[in-house]
């Protein structure tokens, strides 16, 4: 199942979310997969694109940001014919 979560980054975070990411990357547990990203212009919020057959594994992922970010978490349907 995909999954679109939405990050928005704590004010005054957005240095200290980009230093822990460069120097422990996503952090994802095994079964959550990554497929994209994208970033607003200023910055501020994130949108990525996930995959997982277990929706738990976001809770897993999540506790590691949950200091510097607040998340979204969307299960998308299928595409529109």
């Not at 506790?63 to 529109?80: R, T, Y």
Request: aromatic share 12%; glycine share 4%.
């Amino acid at each position: 199942m995909k999954y679109m979560v939405i990050e928005t980054i704590k004010p005054d975070c957005l240095s200290l979310v980009y230093d822990r990411f460069h120097e422990k990357g996503r952090m994802l547990p095994a079964g959550l997969d990554y497929i994209d990203s994208w970033l607003e212009d200023q910055g501020s919020r994130c949108f990525q694109l996930m995959e997982t057959n277990d929706e738990s594994l976001f809770d897993q992922w999540t506790a590691h940001w949950s200091d510097l970010v607040d998340f979204e978490v969307i299960k998308l349907g299928n595409k529109p014919a």
